[in-house]
């Protein structure tokens, strides 16, 4: 990946330094050769002003020393041919001596018809920019005359600046190189080690982290959702590793009371006491109401499902009226303070969490007491409170009461509980969006509060 990275960085560098360097050098060699042509034409056309009158009149004496003038401070050549083509003056090097014939020269002859030529022509010292005028007067031509410039100076500018072009290219792309290393490799090093962190995953090894680079944003959420994944799957095998160990704690003890029992049983025949067979429907009852708590823990585990607006109202009415002779068998009245709202939630899953709830509540409460379902909306959620009488829990009770299997001292002295209850309701709350929490109620025993989203709050599934 890195080598694609830097190959793709190079490659636009590369681009962009050539559609930017090849534009500038064209337009700098054809600017130097536009600034010599300039100069010569006006050198041309003021040897062509200057020689109008001594070529009009024949007599050029002062003509030769002006064009040697001229030669010895531009370094140029000069030519000045009359209207025969007899070259009457010139000065520079590699030019036609006074008195040559230039018939066969083209752009004397083109001159001396009246009509201006610039062009290359090459010579024995290199190439040069000839610019060659007609000398005009009365609207007759009198004669011509040629400057030419060597354009070794504009190729050496020229060259100059390509090379200079090239060089900062050069270092441009070295410094993009050098970047872009720097680049890649704070790129493919975290994806490198996210690679090895989601092998050694894959290898069984939940305690594998990775370190989360602070840039590119991408990067980092992509490393901290892996560590949130491998957390939370750690925490699922730890939690799965403990839950079976506890389930088969707690599904030993009446196992070898029901065998007990069953091999009394056998071993009494027909003469068995009716006790034995009683404490074995017992146990058999036990074990089932244990087996479907579990059955519930598991499901809340579950995958999330879509929820949907709960009227509290008749759901608590509902689930009071379920509880009353429990309630009154016990001595324990049942009341609500629900006045209305609605709470997201997967169907079904509320009734769980307030029999569980309420179970516990029934258990806790002493006779004569009342066991209260509050409710009240607190911003976008509402809270949801089972109150009740009973001895209550201490702050370190409190910290244990949602582990699986634990009991309160005071509940181990009563038989039928497994320690799952509020275990399953915070399974099946947060599973909906909510939380729950501990409190001490009002009326001096245990309060637990259960916040949900309200209904008009958007749904969002969340994982249990």
Not at 99 to 115: K, Q
Not at 220 to 235: D, K, M, V, W
Request: glycine share 8%; proline share 5%; hydrophobic share 45%.
């Amino acid at each position: 990946m890195r080598r694609r990275l830097l190959i793709s960085y190079l490659s636009i560098t590369c681009f962009v330094v050539l559609a930017l360097a090849l534009p500038l050098g064209l337009s700098f060699g054809q600017g130097q050769e536009h600034q010599l042509t300039s100069r010569v034409q006006d050198e041309a056309f003021a040897l062509a002003l200057r020689a109008e009158q001594p070529l009009a009149t024949g007599s050029t004496l002062t003509l030769g020393p002006f064009v040697q003038r001229l030669a010895a401070r531009t370094h140029d050549g000069f030519v000045v041919v009359g209207a025969d083509g007899m070259v009457l003056e010139a000065a520079g090097k590699n030019q036609p001596a006074p008195g040559t014939y230039t018939g066969a020269v083209a752009d004397l002859n083109a001159a001396r018809r009246g009509r201006s030529v610039t062009a290359r022509r090459g010579s024995k010292s290199g190439d040069v920019l000839a610019v060659t005028v007609p000398v005009l007067t009365g609207g007759a031509t009198v004669g011509a005359v040629r400057v030419s410039s060597s354009l070794a100076v504009v190729d050496q500018a020229v060259t100059r600046n390509w090379l200079l072009l090239v060089g900062l290219a050069s270092l441009i792309a070295l410094i993009v190189l050098m970047v872009s290393t720097l680049l890649a490799r704070s790129i493919s090093r975290p994806l490198a080690e996210l690679d090895a962190g989601a092998a050694r995953l894959g290898d069984g090894d939940l305690s594998v982290r990775v370190e989360v680079p602070a840039d590119p944003p991408e990067l980092r959420r992509l490393a901290a959702s892996f560590n949130t994944t491998a957390g939370r799957l750690e925490s699922l095998l730890a939690s799965q590793r403990a839950f079976v160990a506890d389930a088969s704690h707690q599904l030993r003890s009446p196992l070898a009371a029901l065998r007990l029992r069953l091999e009394n049983v056998e071993a009494d025949g027909a003469d068995h006491r009716p006790e034995d067979l009683d404490g074995a429907l017992a146990e058999v009852r036990r074990l089932t109401a244990l087996v479907d708590s579990l059955l519930v823990l598991t499901r809340a585990e579950d995958a999330p499902a879509p929820t949907v607006a709960v009227p509290l109202r008749p759901l608590v009415e509902a689930r009071l009226e379920a509880w009353r002779a429990v309630g009154a068998e016990r001595g324990v009245e049942l009341d609500a303070e629900v006045t209305g709202g609605s709470v997201r939630s997967e169907p079904g899953r509320l009734e769980q969490v307030l029999d569980n709830l309420l179970s516990n509540a029934l258990d806790a409460a002493p006779r004569g007491t009342v066991v209260r379902v509050a409710a009240r909306a607190v911003g976008a959620r509402i809270e949801l409170a089972v109150r009740d009488a009973g001895p209550g829990m201490s702050p370190e009770q409190q910290a244990r009461a949602f582990d699986r299997f634990w009991r309160a001292p005071s509940a181990r002295r009563h038989d039928g509980g497994f320690g799952l209850g509020l275990s399953i309701v915070r399974r099946l709350v947060v599973a909906d969006g909510g939380e729950v929490r501990l409190e001490e109620a009002p009326e001096g025993g245990l309060a637990v509060i259960v916040s949900l989203p309200a209904a008009h709050v958007a749904p969002v599934l969340i994982s249990a």
